[in-house]
């Protein structure tokens, strides 16, 4: 082990670890492309795009012009008072991009961050509008927004992993996640149990939050366009706004540019980060209507009441610009079905497998499901050896590629997964 890998590993935490962990962890030299390079030379290929960012691949020389440039003129400047070309440009990309009604744009640094603004969006708009009991969010369960203490109160109160800190959580609302799948109609049964907590409870919610389509870290489920849909006009029946958390399927990763796309609804604030500067930057921004905007800013106390030191940096801003401009530019919604393919394709020998539950492809996700949960000290090594990074939670053995990935890495990667997953079995 060299030097710097043991002081990681004596002073360093990582993503929901353990300090001095036995669990291993890479040093990364560099990567490229679809491929990340070791320090001890190995080369892996990338089936996680880091947690659904990176899009273009690493090291995308577009993107790190895009950046250079933006380096010559200023790296960062405050956003209080001050206004600049690459955040001005990019909330009007975001405004076309998004559904119409979406027009004001609210930068912040990371997804968690964009989903406080988001609840507090929704809280101040009902202050500002005289009920100021509307000050609670239903939610379906299996949903992922974040880690800070208002997004971990939306989160799946079991899978979220933050039971410990129950007690001094907000008390929100939940329901059952649809059990009707994406590609599947939905019944009036499978949102009673929405509505009747709707019905209820409309004086004390301020808004529904929900993954549209994907619920992702809370269990990578794919649900009906239709649920959506019905969630839609129910907020409009029940005086509730809709919050979609698209940080995860926003910039094509469903297959539509937002998820929201599948069901053809709006929501009232939608949060993008992850994906929106190709993985570069830590970046996030929440949407809203003007007629929202406008409510808010003419309530009490007449400002919205948030704004982030590095709110709209710069850097992280004209990533983002090259990334989008990338993305429009490419035929995204090809590769999308290229990868979508070959993950049906080169993921199918999984389904045989007796110890696999499922096997669920939508875009350029797919997603292994086990019966019991994935031993990451054995596991995590044995991709390693196989040349791809994938990195399972739980029972849950995932891709998301990069979308500039071609056919043939995309094959030695399921074929990798595939050889892996049905190792897990006879070693047991
Ligand atoms: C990752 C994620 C978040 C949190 O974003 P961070 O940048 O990690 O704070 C929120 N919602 C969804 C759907 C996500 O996938």
Redesign the pocket.
Known sequence: MNDWLKTDCDHVWHPYSAMGSDLPVYAVESAQGVRIRLQDGRELIDGMAS??CVIHGYNHPVINRAIETQLQKMSHVMFGGLTHEPAVTLAEKLVAITPEFLQCVFFSD??????EVALKMAVQYWHAKGQASKQHFLTIRH??????FG?MSVCDPVTGMHGLFSGMLPKQFFVNAPRCKFGEACTESDLAEFKQTLHQHQNEIAAVIL?PIVQ??GGMRFYSAEYLQRVRQLCDEFNVLLIL?????GFGRSGKLFACEHANIAPDIM?V??ALTGGYM?L?ATLTTRQIAQTISEGNPGVFMHGPTFMANPLACAAANASIDLLLQSDWQGKIQCIQQALINGLAPCKDLTHVNDVRILGAIGVVEMRHPVDMRTIQPAFVEAGVWVRPFGKLVYLMPPFVMHDDDLHKLTTAVCKVVANINTKK
């Open positions: 947690w659904w990371s997804g968690s961050v964009s989903v949903g992922y927004h974040g880690d800070t997004a993954e992702g870290a958390d698209e940080i995860a399927t949060c980060g992850k830590t996030a």
